[in-house]
Structures are given as structure tokens and as C-alpha cells.
């Protein structure tokens, strides 16, 4: 193998960038050539595929972000879309890429797999939804994002005897409302991957005022609400208690990566290249009880993501 592609596809995540420096250095250091693909698939069919050296890479481990850019390609999901991209793979002489993205993106690694292409894929994405992996890249750092504002929420939330719903994102996976509201002491965390009852968090609510709870924090993740406005006014309505609704959004997917994501990133970066040099053709890098491991991409994207219960339930235990 002589060149090796990297690539950051659908949302992004704090913690790409480390990664791509850790494929970009990695390669390098073994003695191939790196060129970046911009805007994840779109790049590959467009051609839009530069050099990367040292420098290149360069100041951005702590970056939010990606330098590589990202799309979510429509394109490449086509026959045509798809034919273009391998030749443009061709004319490039690119051996080997490094997929960097969630589950979409992987899926699209596991077409170039198919067709005879030795793709690689690196978690990187704020969900922490691939049931193959303990963690993704981004997790850690939305996670904390989300607790500082929990924290600074909660500060009014007491000057004003309110209760507070923070909606979070994590598609169909309630790993960061889990996270976030364990850490951040939340009254209730509502999740998708629970069944939950509107009068239960109402009862927790009644029971914390009636105690001389100042303040009640209810993180709730996007999978679990089809409308947060409305589960604000039926919880305000039950309770007779004011409520507020703060919808984060995309103040999670940016920011500084922590330790926590860099390292994760580096290591996984680093075990990319690893295994493309060692020849491989169809794998995703993981982290398993801090372990750095790999596994088949299709059967890494055919496991089904489970929540940690035990998280859940102690979470619910320590918010009596
Ligand atoms: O997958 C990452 C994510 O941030 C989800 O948590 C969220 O549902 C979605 O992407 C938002 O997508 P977009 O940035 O396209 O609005």
C-alpha cells in the first residue's frame, strides 16, 4: 500500500480532527503517502482530494470540528454517484481510506469495502449509538457540554423555584441525556430507549418541591419527544410548577474536544492505519473496557446498540 485516504462524513463531532492528525502523522511516520477527501463522500466524487503533510495537520488536535469538512452525500448513495467515486479513487491512486463518522458513514464504508477497497472506519460522532464500541468520538465532549449548561441552568432554575427541561440531542440513542443527566443530578432523564410516564416525572417534581427542592432538572433526549414544547406544558399543567424549556441544538456538536476525546481519537487514528497496513479490508475501530479493538464492519453495524441500564437505574435511585 502506497496511499491512504481520509475522510469525515455525516454530523460532526469534537475529536475529528485529532483523529484525522492521528491517521494524517500515523501514515506519514510509516512511510505512505495522505491526501484528505473533502466534504466526506462529495469529495470522493467530486475529486476534491488534496496532499497532507506533517504541517498539514498541524495545530488542531484541539479544534472543534473538522478541517476535512463533512457532508451527509446523497450522491454517493446512487449507481452513478457511486461508479464516479471508485474512479475517482482510481485516477488517484488512493489504496486504502479512513472513514471518520457515524453509522451512515459507515455504511458507505461498507460498500467501498465491498467492491474490493480497504476502508476503515473510526467512530466519530456526539450519538455514542454503534453498539461495537463503549465510546464514539465527540461523546465525551457533548456530554460535558451539556453538563455545563445543566450546571448554569440549574442556577436559575433555583433563583426561580422552576423546573427545567433540557433537550439533548443523540438521534434515537439517549447515551447523552443518560450521561449528562447523571452526572448533572437531573430529577428525571427520559430516554428513548425507556418507556416513561409523564405523571411519574410529575410525581418525582411534586415530591422534590414538597421537600424544599428549589429547582428540578429534567434532561430529555431528542429520540424520546416528538414535541418537547408540549410535554413542557403538560408537566406545567399537572404540577402547577413553572416550567422551561431549553432546546440545546447544535451547541453540542462544537467546541474544544476533552483529554477523553483526543486520546480516544489519537489511539483510534493510529490503530486505522495500523490495520490497513497489516492488509485489511472491511473493519471499524472500537474501544472496548479501554481497550483499542477492531471489528468487521458488518457486523459491527448489525449489532444493536443497548442502553446501560444500570446507569439508568442508579441515576433513578440517586434522584429520590
Ligand atoms: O448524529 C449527530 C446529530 O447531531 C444528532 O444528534 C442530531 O439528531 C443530528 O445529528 C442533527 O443533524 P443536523 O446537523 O443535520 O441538523
Do not use: W
Not at 446523497?74 to 461508479?83: H, L, M, Q
Not at 472506519?121 to 461523546?139: H, K, M, Q, S
Not at 442556577?155 to 443527566?181: F, K, P, Q, W
Amino acid at each position: 500500500m502506497k496511499k491512504i485516504g481520509v475522510l469525515t462524513s455525516g454530523g460532526d463531532s469534537p475529536g475529528m480532527n485529532a483523529a484525522i492528525r492521528a491517521v494524517v502523522r500515523a501514515t506519514i511516520y510509516n512511510g505512505l503517502d495522505v491526501v484528505g477527501i473533502k466534504r466526506g463522500y462529495e469529495g470522493i466524487i467530486n475529486g476534491d482530494i488534496k496532499d497532507l503533510n506533517l504541517s498539514s495537520v498541524a495545530d488542531i488536535i484541539h479544534r472543534g470540528g473538522t478541517m476535512l469538512k463533512t457532508a451527509r452525500s446523497e450522491a454517493f448513495k446512487t449507481k452513478s454517484g457511486f461508479e464516479k467515486a471508485l474512479n475517482v479513487i482510481k485516477i488517484f491512486g488512493i489504496e486504502g481510506i479512513v472513514v471518520i463518522g457515524g453509522d451512515g458513514s459507515f455504511r458507505g464504508a461498507e460498500k467501498l469495502s465491498q467492491v474490493g477497497i480497504p476502508t476503515i472506519g473510526i467512530p466519530g460522532t456526539i450519538d455514542n449509538d454503534l453498539a461495537y464500541t463503549d465510546y464514539t468520538i465527540g461523546f465525551d465532549t457533548a456530554t460535558n457540554t451539556v453538563l455545563h449548561a445543566v450546571s448554569n441552568i440549574r442556577d436559575t432554575s433555583t433563583s426561580h423555584g422552576r423546573a427545567n427541561i433540557i433537550e439533548v440531542m443523540g438521534r434515537h440513542c439517549g447515551d447523552i441525556a443518560l450521561y449528562a443527566g447523571l452526572a448533572g443530578g437531573a430529577e428525571s432523564i427520559i430516554v428513548p430507549e425507556e418507556k416513561y410516564s409523564i405523571d411519574d416525572v410529575c410525581k418525582r417534581l411534586i415530591q422534590g418541591k414538597n421537600r424544599g427542592k428549589l429547582h428540578s432538572i429534567i434532561l430529555l433526549a431528542e429520540g424520546a419527544a416528538d414535541n418537547s414544547y408540549e410535554i413542557a406544558k403538560e408537566i406545567e399543567e399537572k404540577t402547577g410548577i413553572d416550567v422551561r424549556l431549553t432546546i440545546l441544538g447544535h451547541i453540542q456538536r462544537g467546541g474544544s474536544p476533552t483529554a477523553f476525546d483526543r486520546i480516544l481519537a489519537s489511539r483510534m487514528g493510529a490503530k486505522a492505519v495500523e490495520l490497513l497496513m497489516q492488509g485489511e479490508k472491511s473493519r471499524v475501530v472500537g474501544i472496548k473496557g479501554n481497550e483499542i479493538c477492531d471489528f468487521d464492519i458488518s457486523k459491527a453495524l448489525s449489532l444493536k446498540k443497548e442502553m446501560n441500564k444500570d446507569l439508568y437505574e442508579l441515576a433513578k435511585i440517586l434522584s429520590i
